[in-house]
């Protein structure tokens, strides 16, 4: 299972300061980690820029991140196989820690 974080908006390779904790832990608990771009799915609509530091061969994914629109969730769970990418089972968790 790969963990998606999003990643800092003007540091692209760097996950969004909001979420180091948990990228870290989710690292010292050995799963495997990627960076999500937010800005590129909502204000570019592009999927493909937005996934383009998720590794390919990742089967499952746990969307780590700010809330997304009902459609951009579906987009993601579409575009996958699409990509030419294995089939995924997009597994979603949003940022509710917020709300406790």
């Known amino acids: 299972m790969t963990i ?3 990643c800092d908006p003007l540091m692209p390779r760097q996950v969004e300061s909001d979420f180091t904790d948990e990228f870290a832990a989710a690292q010292k608990a050995g799963f495997e ?3 999500f771009d937010f800005d590129a799915l909502t204000r570019e609509n592009n999927l493909h820029r937005a996934l383009r530091f998720v590794p390919q061969d990742s089967a499952v994914l746990l969307y ?3 809330m997304l629109k009902s459609a951009d969730y579906a987009r993601f769970t579409h575009f996958w196989p699409k ?4 089939s995924c089972s997009a597994v ?4 509710i820690t917020w709300y406790v």
Do not use: F, S
């Open 83 to 86: 990509a030419g990418r294995n």
């Open 64 to 66: 780590r991140g700010w």
């Open 4 to 6: 998606l974080l999003p």
């Open 92 to 95: 979603v968790c949003e940022a």
């Open 33 to 35: 980690t990627a960076l």
